[in-house]
Nanobody
Framework: VQLQAFGGGSVQAGGSLRLSCAAA????????TGWFRQSPGKERAFVAA????????SYEPSVKGRFTISRDKAKNTMYLQMNNLKPEDTAVYYC????????????????????WGQGTLVTVSS
């Protein structure tokens, strides 16, 4: 399985970006995909995840209400719509996937994901 993330860029605070993660090689119709991010000097952290079977979602508290995760089965692609971006959202964003349909308490753990895409950089200036 190959994951390719794209859509990063530079925006001012309050702006919006949409990240995409396209999967090739396997369908995730019964799995879970998620976004993680890593800022300089910090560990990789959970952002959001979606379970493909029923679109159940999970969010890190600081992005809830600003970010929306979604998936398109036909395109085998996951999205992260990011609105009202803040400078603290600046990071490299990674998409991840597993064939497991994760329960909510597991979706935020990076160890649950088997496949990772390359990162895409999001820079938010004040």
């Amino acid at each position: 399985v190959q994951l390719q993330a794209f859509g990063g860029g530079s925006v001012q605070a309050g702006g919006s970006l949409r990240l995409s993660c396209a999967a090739a090689g396997r369908s995730f119709s019964t799995g879970t995909t998620g976004w993680f991010r890593q800022s300089p000097g910090k560990e990789r952290a959970f952002v959001a995840a979606v379970r493909w079977s029923d679109t159940a979602t999970s969010y890190e508290p600081s992005v809830k209400g600003r970010f929306t995760i979604s998936r398109d089965k036909a395109k085998n692609t996951m999205y992260l719509q990011m609105n009202n971006l803040k400078p603290e959202d600046t990071a490299v964003y990674y998409c991840a996937a597993t064939m497991k349909g994760l329960i909510s308490s597991s979706r935020s753990s990076s160890r649950q994901y088997d496949h990772w895409g390359q990162g895409t950089l999001v820079t938010v200036s004040s």
